[in-house]
């Protein structure tokens, strides 16, 4: 199914090529929109557990890379350390993650989640899977390549590179 929505000169690829600030500002609020969207269904799950969008990010890039170092995770995330300490240690003492020295260097500690982390994760990333299929399903191959186009642009050049392999990667 495509979008509703007629196409216009304003939404025409020549067109979109020179989009004015007002059409980049509905960009901005479209994405915001988006975003909201996309994140309450995990909101509500995250909730029950007191918890908050931190801990599902911290979450869901474990489930993708388990082993993962707290360094790794700090870089991927891009916190202070303070701010990372802070939900991984609910997350262990909640028997959601579980935290053991690292395999080479035994000052690094890797990440890995539980039977337990394995099924939040689960829950919060299958509502959002749901939303991202059924939009990418109603906007048309073309537009989801698009899509993908933006997001990558928007990410800052430098850590695009670095992005695309975390892509790739799945341990």
């Known amino acids: 199914m495509q979008s509703s929505r007629p196409k216009t000169a304003a939404t025409t690829g020549e067109q979109l090529l020179f989009l004015t600030d007002d059409q980049l500002r509905q960009g901005i609020e479209l994405m915001f929109f988006a975003y909201r969207g996309f994140t309450a269904d995990p909101d509500r799950i995250l909730e029950d557990y007191a918890y908050g969008r931190a801990h599902h990010r911290a979450l869901h890039f474990i489930n993708?890379?388990?082993?993962?170092?707290?360094?790794?995770?700090?870089d991927i995330l891009g916190v202070t350390k303070q701010s990372l300490n802070r939900v991984l240690r609910q997350l262990v003492e909640d028997g959601l993650v579980e935290s053991s020295v690292g395999r080479q260097d035994r000052r690094q500690r890797n990440l890995?989640?539980?039977?337990?982390?394995?099924?939040?994760?689960?829950?919060?990333?299958?509502?959002?899977?749901?939303?991202?299929?059924?939009?990418?399903?109603?906007?048309?191959?073309?537009?989801?390549?698009?899509?993908?186009?933006?997001?990558?642009?928007?990410?800052?050049?430098?850590?695009?590179?670095?992005?695309?392999?975390?892509?790739e990667t799945k341990r």
């Open 64 to 74: 993708r890379r388990p082993g993962l170092t707290v360094n790794e995770l700090l």
């Open 112 to 167: 890995t989640l539980t039977e337990k982390g394995q099924a939040l994760e689960a829950e919060l990333s299958t509502t959002q899977r749901a939303r991202m299929r059924r939009a990418y399903s109603n906007a048309g191959a073309q537009a989801v390549q698009g899509f993908r186009e933006v997001l990558e642009q928007i990410i800052d050049p430098e850590r695009r590179g670095q992005i695309e392999r975390l892509l």
